[in-house]
């Protein structure tokens, strides 16, 4: 499948060069680099050479392409422990509408992503109800 890109968009325009990075892995499908303002260091994006703002809209062979990019990164980055996070949406914390992956080494408690789990109660109704919708959805 042919690259799409948004002339506008700050990762389209890092994928053709128009934006310095330091590039890690390039494949024909993705482009990863560090993050220039990393959370821990080592700390990087693997970002789809097609614009979709959103995982959803986004074509599986740039998926299946990207997951093994990461998983390079986090072995080379030779953190113990890691997170791998990609977010949809404003409320999720999307803050460049182009789908991307960060590979973020944990080396400490200091460092790296922090993340608060404020789970939910749910009845067992509700989670069956929710698991009855899910499954006919897939």
């Given at each position: 499948?042919?690259?799409?890109?948004?002339?506008?968009?700050?990762?389209?325009?890092?994928?053709?060069?128009?934006?310095?990075s330091?590039?890690?892995?390039?494949?024909?499908?993705s482009?990863?680099?560090?993050?220039?303002?990393?959370?821990?260091?080592?700390?990087?994006l693997?970002?789809?050479?097609?614009?979709?703002?959103?995982?959803?809209?986004?074509?599986?062979?740039?998926?299946?392409?990207?997951?093994?990019?990461?998983?390079?990164?986090?072995?080379?980055q030779?953190?113990?422990n890691?997170n791998?996070?990609?977010n949809?949406?404003?409320?999720?914390?999307?803050?460049?509408?182009?789908?991307?992956?960060?590979v973020?080494p944990?080396?400490?408690?200091?460092?790296?992503?922090?993340?608060?789990?404020?789970?939910?109660?749910?009845?067992?109704?509700?989670?069956?109800?929710?698991?009855?919708?899910?499954?006919?959805?897939?």
């Open positions: 499948m042919a690259a799409k890109t948004l002339a506008s968009c700050l990762f389209c325009k890092i994928i053709k060069g128009e934006i310095p330091y590039k890690l892995v390039e494949t024909e499908l482009y990863s680099f560090l993050d220039i303002g990393p959370l821990s260091k080592g700390h990087a693997v970002i789809p050479k097609y614009h979709a703002e959103k995982m959803h809209q986004l074509p599986d062979e740039y998926l299946s392409d990207a997951m093994p990019i990461a998983k390079k990164i986090a072995l080379a030779g953190a113990e890691y791998i996070l990609q949809n949406g404003r409320l999720a914390h999307q803050l460049v509408d182009h789908v991307h992956f960060h973020i944990k080396p400490n408690n200091e460092e790296g992503l922090g993340v608060g789990w404020p789970s939910q109660t749910l009845s067992k109704e509700e989670l069956e109800g929710v698991w009855e919708t899910l499954k006919k959805k897939l």
